[in-house]
């Protein structure tokens, strides 16, 4: 048996709680946060990991403001080993925070990086492959398998694509970010949060970190979409199929 | 050749994904000329293929190397062929296949990136681009401080471009495999054959939910609707985790987005990260059993009603009429 992946880092995001917004009538906006679903993919599978004797260490990684400490707690809970905070209440966009993630990444040195794929709230789909890039590791995104080969030299991804699955081998270290199909997280239990109190926070600065960014994408405003209205009732197949024909013109 | 815009263009070998075609209409309107941009292995005809655009140069990158798109080595071809046609916009269409390879290439070359731009305008001077966030809930107005830029968009907005009787120098990439990144290997590939239309191209889709229960009475109503109708098949979330349908046919926010003429829900709820991807259909109907479910605020026409009994009806009634 070789030695277990070392370390496995899971940068993760706090956004406004999406379950709340996708429960029938929601509106998308919730005064709730939560870890960003797929980041909480990326935990889970890490702990999974782990848990198969894999791995050994699982450090959790935020950027944010103080108030985001509330996710950092639940990824403790959830069983993460230790976890950062990058203190930077700035609206930073994707190229920012891989940025600075890449920083993190030279200074704890894991061979994984996982993270979700997208985070719900500016749904870019993007930081996981530029700090793949900016690190020049490989990268397997849409994951919704990983297996490990070769005595965990290599990782043999499931991929979701438009035109199907795909499967890739990728040499370790390399940047995974997750798909909704990968595994269901665990729900924090009391005991462990309790004990998550108990783990420190530690919070350091871009400053401390030898990093200076600045984004370069500002939001000018936000608006709704226009409203698509609701239609017609129709009382049955044949009304619908008329309406269908002669109204729409689509048969 | 230089060239003001570069675009990425996509294919499955066999053909040029006309979706992708469509950010040539995003570059026409942030104006300047354009360049497109074709990798993979044996492309002579596909190359040929986008003559007719209106495009200055049709880069190739043509090499037995680029076989496979493994995003390490792609984004490394890209971000040579933007710095070598000296473009300011990099563009692509969202798919999973540019949204894995363009951040990637943006990084390299230090520039940033909007994904799913739905809209270019003018905002004080300069350009501004909308983009749905959170689901589609909300519409964004950006603006980049840097000149060049990396962008997807979303087909459906900007639409087919017209031809283009204008000349396109067709010009292929030296590419030395060696220097390649080399810490991706492809091993397989899903190959589904099907007769249906693509989702995203269809013009009709039907889509189904969790209610259909199992894969035969998926295939038997949701399919027996498409094939009659020459439709494409879409699920929700929940009928891809239970097995009912593969995962490419998931439709919304973290699936694919559709625009066609005609979507038919078939036992879907509604949730809004579905509805952030069938928004742009031109009618939507929607057969649920439950008459406050949200689908129906979204619906043209809405029939409540069990399923099970109306669609293999509606089967009937399309079939005699
Ligand atoms: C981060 C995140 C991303 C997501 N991304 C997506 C995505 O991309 N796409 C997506 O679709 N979902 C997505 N979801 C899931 C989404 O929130 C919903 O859970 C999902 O869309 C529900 O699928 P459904 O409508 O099939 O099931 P349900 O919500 O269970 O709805 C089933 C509907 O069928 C009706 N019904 C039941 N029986 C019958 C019958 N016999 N006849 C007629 N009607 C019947 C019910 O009244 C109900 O309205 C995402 C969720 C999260 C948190
Ligand atoms: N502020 C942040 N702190 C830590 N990780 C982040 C942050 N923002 C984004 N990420 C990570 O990047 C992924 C993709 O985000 P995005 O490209 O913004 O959609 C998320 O799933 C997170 O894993």
Redesign the interface.
Known sequence: MTQPIAKILVPFKSVPDPYEAAAPGGTGATAKSVINPFDEIAIEEALRIRERGEASEIVGLTIGAPAVDEQVRAALAMGVDRAIRIDDARALDPYAVARILRTVVEKEAPQMVLMGKQAVDDDSNQVGQMLAGLLGWPQATFVSRIEFLEDRICARCTRETDAGLEVVDITLPAVITTDLRLNEPRYVSLPGLMKARKKPIEVLTCAQLGVQVEPQTTTISTARPPKRSAGTRVESVEELVAKLKEEAKVL | MPAKNLILIEH?RRQIKRPSLHAITAARQLGGDYALLLLGQGLDELAQSLVGYGASTIFVADDPALAEP???RY?KVIADAFRKSAASALIGTS???S??????????LD??????VIAIEE?EGSL?YRR???????????????ERRVLTIRAAAFGAPASDPAVSLVEKLTIDAASL?N??????????VSDRPDL?EAR?VIGGGRPLKDKETFDRLVGGLADL?GGAIGAT?AA??TGLA???FQIG??G?VIAP??YIALGI?????HLAGI?DS????AINKDP???I?????????GDLHQ?VP??IE??RN?
């Open positions: 499955d493994l995003a390490d984004a798919s999973t296949f949204k894995d390879v363009l951040p990637r290439a943006a990084a390299l520039v940033p990136m909007l994904t799913d905002y501004s749905p966030i959170s689901a589609g809930s909300m519409l964004a107005t950006v603006q980049l401080s840097s990144p810490g991706m290997k492809f091993i397989s590939r899903e190959e589904r995203t009709v109708l979330r891809v985790d593969p995962n490419d926010q973290t694919k003429e005609l709820s509604g949730a809004i990260q928004k031109r009618v939507i109907v406050d479910a949200p129906f605020q979204m619906a043209t026409y809405g029939l409540v109306l009806q509606l009634a399309v009429a």
